[in-house]
């Protein structure tokens, strides 16, 4: 039979060995927190990034980005195949205008307008959805999942579902341009949810 001491060292050990080898489960900036895992139609997504969102020195949101395979590039992100998902969880108040103009703006800046005409129904939408909350409150998770199996991207607020799916592939390319085009929403914020080092 083992000494005492070799025993106890024996489970040191192994605690130690455990705490290094369990999984990572969540992401930490500025004290929210986000999964590093996710499920968007059935699949698993992975955390490729996350950033904060600033606007005169204020912090507005955290951003997420999940895909089913991790990128490190602003064009494999747009082109990446599979389901996403893009969440912001709300660093202060911000009404649905202030929301909508801050899409419109991205939008215009990263798309042609030819591209935009042809998701306006989409853009439409999501704007009125985006209305009907009237406030995007201090804590709130918004998300923006894209299913493959649908074509499809739905709104969430909160883990709720708002309105009906907005179909179309190519829609939910022209609003990943938003933080990862060439004009985007931060070029820190785009840095951060492609997992890049500051």
Do not use: C
Not at 116 to 140: S, T, W
Request: proline fraction near 4%; hydrophobic fraction near 45%.
């Amino acid at each position: 039979m083992p000494p005492s001491g070799h025993r106890e060292w024996n489970t040191a050990f192994r605690w130690i060995f455990l705490l290094f080898a369990l999984p990572i489960h969540a992401a930490e900036l500025e004290g929210v927190t986000l999964d590093e895992r996710a499920r968007v139609d059935g699949r698993e997504l992975e955390l490729n990034g996350i950033g904060m969102r600033t606007r005169f020195f204020v912090n507005v949101y955290v951003g997420g980005f999940y895909l089913e395979k991790k990128v490190s590039t602003a064009q494999a992100a747009i082109d990446a195949p599979g389901a996403k998902r893009v969440i912001f969880v709300m660093m202060r108040a911000a009404d649905a205008e202030q929301f909508v103009e801050s899409i419109d703006e991205g939008l215009r800046a990263n798309n042609t307008p030819e591209a935009l005409a042809r998701v306006q129904r989409e853009i439409d939408a999501l704007f009125a959805m985006i209305r009907n909350i009237r406030q995007a409150k201090k804590g709130m998770r918004i998300m923006l999942d894209y299913a493959p199996s649908a074509r499809a991207t739905t709104l969430l607020v909160d883990g709720v579902a708002q309105g009906q799916a907005m179909v179309g592939e190519e829609y939910f390319r022209i609003l990943l341009r938003i933080w990862f085009g060439d004009y985007p929403a931060q070029e820190d914020l785009k840095r951060g949810l492609l997992g890049q080092q500051p």
